[in-house]
């Protein structure tokens, strides 16, 4: 069954298109470059052209809140009439939804650690895993839901190795699944804290390809205030143990790390924490920021500073890519994909139209940070209703960029990423992220941009390509001739 667009969804005659000429001035370690979004390009500027731009550079967090920058129509329309001559040929619009792609199994609800942020305490109480017909029936209704199959199946928990047989089957089941329907094989995913590998489930996670992201939030006096044990002890030492594990069979496994006001307090920056990373051996991190429950005008300076660190270690990533020891800060992949494959991102998530995630009880949710009665469609092993689930992904489809006016007006329209649980966890509603969370992602595209520019406009253009090869394989992104 192919999925097709949900009833309700707001026709394109109500879409209101991004206003024309948009550009912003980003800076690059060794100058500023013009970016233009409707061309999605990046341009060199003269000296004294950067000099009568400086009032529109994006370069910090306070640079990036609404209205940060006065209106300039003269040179938007001067922009406008460049872009549309250089703008990359428009993609037809689908009238068909693109179906699920990517499923969240929540397999074990039980976990061994006691961490302080949390967002899973309340499901962690029901102390069980999925059952595998469970497993299967949640991977049956999200192929159903899906237009061409699964790009990826990802494990989360609790801890997710606590069920690690049904990860085993859950595998096998999808493997044949899709030898006997020819879909291609998904990627398969877990995130785990790490503490509870044997040497059994990693041989398993290397011989079927697993993207393994082991949760550290180190340094040590950081990580272990934040992720003990349940009885008080401190997981670091465990994680370490079964990071070396995997770096013995020479397998590149990556890292997930929230930043936390408890890191800010004491005194370690989003540059220390992705240096004690890589210090540490690891090439690949994903740095999530815990600001859902830190936010607000009480803890605006202090989101300002964590914005700015952000995009400084943003930087020094782009820069790694022209050396000989190159890392993946994976939370900048969407601006760099954005921009080598001028792809326009319709909204800022995946969530309840391509993303679904599911209970170990079977209940389905359009994302595991968007669970509440309101957003359930159901259960995949029992009482399904298509009608709820058309209802809820109406609301998704209803609150894409297109439908925001502060959106049609944002320079990073076209490239940015965000996270709608950020806006559910505060306000239980669908909605665009908060003005403080989008201000905290267009600093970092900025930065990334800027450090892009400076890379592409050089001598050392080639070397910058194959280091960004390199760290993506094996990802495929299209190299712009």
Known sequence: MSATMPSGTVPASENRAPVSGRFALVRGELEHHLY????????????????????????????????AKTDAPEVRSFFETFARRNAPPSRPASSQAPGIRDLVLNISQICNLGCTYCYADELNKAGRTMLPETCRAAIDKAYDLS?????????????????????????????????????????????????????????????????????LDGP????????????????????????????????????????????YDNGVTVE????????????????????????????????????????????????SFSSDDPHLLRGIQFVIDGFFNRHKNEHVCGAGRTFMAVNFDGEAFPCYLLESPE???????????????????????????????????????????????????????????????????KTMIAAVLGEIGDKLSDDDRRHFIAGLEKVLSPRTFEKRQ
């Open 220 to 263: 040590k006096h950081v990580h272990d205030k934040l992720r003990p044990f349940l009885g008080g002890r401190g997981s670091y030492d465990s994680v370490l143990s079964a990071i070396s594990r995997f770096h013995e069979k020479d397998f590149r496994v990556a890292v997930e790390s929230v930043y936390t006001q408890t890191h």
């Open 272 to 319: 220390g924490l992705v240096n004690h990373l890589l210090d540490l051996g690891l090439r690949e991190m994903q740095v999530t920021l815990a600001l859902g429950a830190w936010h607000g005008e009480n803890a605006r300076e202090q989101i300002a500073e964590v914005a700015n660190s952000f995009a400084s270690a943003a930087r020094a990533c782009i820069r």
């Open 375 to 441: 957003t359930s469609y159901g259960f995949v092993n029992g009482a399904w209703s298509d009608e709820k689930y058309r209802k809820i992904s109406s609301s998704f489809y209803r609150n894409g960029k297109a439908y925001h006016d502060v959106c049609g007006k944002c320079w990073a329209n076209e490239i940015c990423q965000s996270c709608l649980g950020s806006t559910y966890l505060l306000e239980k509603k669908v909605a665009k992220p908060p003005a403080w969370f989008c201000a905290v992602q």
């Open 36 to 67: 233009l979004p409707e061309a999605q390009e990046l341009y060199t500027i003269p000296a004294n052209i950067q000099q009568e731009l400086q009032a529109y550079v994006y370069d910090n967090f306070d640079d990036n809140l609404p209205d």
């Open 147 to 215: 237009s061409n199959g699964l790009s990826s199946i990802k494990f989360l928990g609790g801890e997710p190795t606590l069920a690690f047989r049904e990860i085993c089957s859950t595998v096998d089941y999808v493997r044949h699944k899709c030898r006997s329907s020819a879909y291609a094989l998904p990627s398969f995913v877990i995130v785990t804290n790490g503490t509870k590998l044997t040497d059994q489930m990693i041989d398993f996670f290397v011989e079927h390809n697993f993207y393994v992201l082991v949760s």
